[in-house]
Every structure is written in structure tokens, then in C-alpha cells.
T-cell receptor
Framework: KNEVEQSPQNLTAQEGEFITINCSYS?????LHWLQQHPGGGIVSLFM???GKKKHGRLIATINIQEKHSSLHITASHPRDSAVYIC???????????FGAGTILRVKS | KAGVTQTPRYLIKTRGQQVTLSCSPI?????VSWYQQTPGQGLQFLFE???????NKGNFPGRFSGRQFSNSRSEMNVSTLELGDSALYLC???????????FGPGTRLTVT
């Protein structure tokens, strides 16, 4: 079993819909990252969080340390949000990221 | 502030050859991490350098090596290339390693 599991693997939404991507992990962590990767490969770090909730524009990330679970929400989705969203965790005591398989999001207009 | 840069962006090599990829971190960042991304395995950690020392290493064979210079620029080297080494190689820089990571655009390596 992978240390980081994401769901769903693929997601198609209509423009304007509220989107949720989930991430579960099985190890102790010091931080969890949400990353966005557009076609062509470039990766952008959206959030790094170790507790609670963070918001940036239409994006919201939450984490529940006790349940080892995080969610990424996109409000009022837009076609430009179409990308691969990757959850990654930094293990406690370590300095390397362990990645989920990613969620491919397509937002249709 | 300039972002993370990687050179070259694209590379085609023949099986058995060796390759060196370069990464220049954001000014002031002392940690550089390298990752391999393939369709089959996804993103995997290769190694991390901090102040010219390798601090962490992933589960890759010894053909994969790296180094970091005093100006924090880093290089990774793959010797005796195999077809399976075809991948997108990404580097990321961070202030201290456990802070937020900033990714470069990647080097797409094709081994024929």
C-alpha cells in the first residue's frame, strides 16, 4: 500500500462547480504539500500545511492530523484550473517528500 | 527574485551514455532536492543536498549521483543510461529543506 493515497484519480467538472480532492497518508508527517502540475511539466506549490486550514483565492486546503487526512477544495472552478493536483508529505524527521499518484482534473466550460 | 532554473530543458541520449543536469536554486536557498517523474512510477525522490552535503537519498541505484557547489547550484549525473531512465527530472529549492519547496521547470530526458 502506498504511503500517500489520493482520490479520485480522475475528475471532470463543469465550470463553476465546487471540487474536492482527498489525500490520506499512513506515516507521521511534519508537513503536507499540495502541488499543481500543468501540461508541460512545471510544478507549482499551492500549500504547505501542518495543521488546520489555509486559503488562497479560490483554493482551500485542510488537514486533520489525527485522521491523517487532507482535502483540497476549489470553489467556483474554472477551465484554467485543469491540471494534475498532487499531494505530498514530508515524513517526520526527514527532508524528503513522498508523493501521491495525483488527481487529473478537467474543468469544462 | 528569479525562480529555480534547470538546464538543459530537453535532452536526448543513447543507452550507455552519461548525462549531467544542472539546477540553480532561488537566491538564498541552501537546500536542493531532485525528483524523477515517470508515467509508471509518478514522482520519486532522488536526493537532497544542503550546504554541499547530501542529507537524504531515495531508492535509486548508484548510477544516479549528485553534488552541490558552494553557491548552492546543484548537478545530478546519471551514468550508463538505460531506457528506463527516460523521465522528467525536477529540482526544487528550499530555504532549509523542510520549508516550502519551489520547483524548477524540469529537464525532459529521453534515452534511445
Amino acid at each position: 500500500k502506498n504511503e500517500v493515497e489520493q482520490s479520485p484519480q480522475n475528475l471532470t467538472a463543469q465550470e463553476g462547480e465546487f471540487i474536492t480532492i482527498n489525500c490520506s497518508y499512513s506515516v507521521g508527517i511534519s508537513a503536507l504539500h499540495w502541488l499543481q502540475q500543468h501540461p508541460g511539466g512545471g510544478i507549482v506549490s499551492l500549500f504547505m500545511l501542518s495543521s488546520g486550514k489555509k486559503k488562497h483565492g479560490r483554493l482551500i486546503a485542510t488537514i486533520n492530523i489525527q485522521e491523517k487526512h487532507s482535502s483540497l477544495h476549489i470553489t467556483a472552478s474554472h477551465p484554467r484550473d485543469s491540471a494534475v493536483y498532487i499531494c505530498a508529505v514530508m515524513r517526520q524527521g526527514g527532508n524528503k517528500l513522498v508523493f501521491g499518484a495525483g488527481t487529473i482534473l478537467r474543468v469544462k466550460s | 527574485k528569479a525562480g529555480v532554473t534547470q538546464t538543459p530543458r530537453y535532452l536526448i541520449k543513447t543507452r550507455g551514455q552519461q548525462v549531467t543536469l544542472s539546477c540553480s536554486p532561488i537566491s538564498g536557498h541552501r537546500s536542493v532536492s531532485w525528483y524523477q517523474q515517470t508515467p509508471g512510477q509518478g514522482l520519486q525522490f532522488l536526493f537532497e543536498y544542503f550546504s554541499e552535503t547530501q542529507r537524504n537519498k531515495g531508492n535509486f541505484p548508484g548510477r544516479f549521483s549528485g553534488r552541490q557547489f558552494s553557491n548552492s547550484r546543484s548537478e545530478m549525473n546519471v551514468s550508463t543510461l538505460e531506457l528506463g531512465d527516460s523521465a522528467l527530472y525536477l529540482c526544487a529549492s528550499s530555504l532549509m529543506g523542510y520549508y516550502e519547496q519551489y520547483f524548477g521547470p524540469g529537464t525532459r530526458l529521453t534515452v534511445t
